[in-house]
């Protein structure tokens, strides 16, 4: 992957995991955790890490227009 293919793609990824939190924050996901529902979230947040990877890794081209490279 270039350089930036990795920005998109950690860009993507930090960016859904923050908005993702803070809106299930509210809703009290958090208030009563236990461990299998820390590891079920984190699951859920790693799987749809590797289908923005997918996506980044599969569309270069897509990633370089987003960048001002033709």
Known sequence: ???NQRV??????IGFCFIATISIYPQGA????SVIGAF??????????????LFV???PKEIDKWFGIL
Do not use: E, P, Q
Not at 30 to 33: A, E, G, P, Q, T
């Open 57 to 59: 890794k599969t569309n």
């Open 1 to 3: 992957m270039s350089r």
């Open 8 to 13: 998109a793609f950690w860009s993507l990824f």
């Open 40 to 53: 079920i979230l984190t699951i859920f947040y790693l799987v749809v890490g590797f289908f923005i990877h």
């Open 30 to 33: 958090f208030d009563n955790i």
